[in-house]
């Protein structure tokens, strides 16, 4: 019989039987895995607050058959204000399903584990853009699965330092101005946009939020790393994304009205 302990990351709980919760959880020792967590749904149960989703917690696992079971379970932190924040709550969606879509099962990273967890904390906090601190994880995260793209030299030939650079999808980087004309479907982007980048992955999460951005640059930032995401990893949900911008939207039109 295996017994575990491990922390860990819940990325979706799913309602079984009368009380009980089937978890996936990202964890630091065993990855992605599936566990039950038997009664977590009663209101005295000593697991209700660590199979909560965003919940990073202390498990106990005990191996049967093909998932496990959460035999005991400490909080660590429940980031349950997320909930109640309309625009991290959308945010934090959107990384668990990332993180969840593009993991395997028993594949530890503890990189990502680690990143994951901060990003979960940032969004709880008052004084950071959201925006900015999703963007940052993105980049980091593609990094972290092996996907990283090229941002401190070109891709083609090496150089760096350019006066200007475009950005190739397909190529997986950066082109100094010589290089672009030999590849198509560029996307052109403003040199503080690709310093930002390579800030971003040369420092931790935590020190980057710290940045101030200017919504130009970080909206260049965003429709850059999509468009990369949907290229090189796929699959990617952003409903929860869509949702945010759209109740957005209406409150610009209700502030202009």
Known sequence: MIILNTQGIVLRAVKYKENDLILTLFTRKLGKVSAIAKGARRNKSSLLSSCQLFSYSDFILKKQGNMYRVTQSDIIKNFYNISY???????????????????????????????????????????????????????????????????????????????????????????????SNHFVQNIKLDLTTVKLMEYVLSNDILKCSRAKVSKYILNELDNVLKKYLQTHIGNINMKSLHLLKSVQNDKGVDNNG
């Open 85 to 179: 924040d309309f625009d991290a709550f959308s945010y934090a969606a959107y990384i668990i399903k990332l993180v969840e879509n593009s993991i395997y099962e028993n594949q530890t990273n503890n990189r990502l584990f680690t990143l994951l967890a901060q990003t979960l904390y940032l969004y709880t906090q008052d004084n950071v853009d959201k925006q900015y601190v999703t963007s940052a994880f993105e980049l980091k995260f593609l990094d972290y699965v092996g996907v990283k793209p090229v941002v401190d030299r070109c891709i083609s030939c090496s150089k760096k330092n350019s006066e200007s650079y475009v950005f190739n999808i397909e190529e997986g980087g950066i082109l100094c101005n010589n290089c």
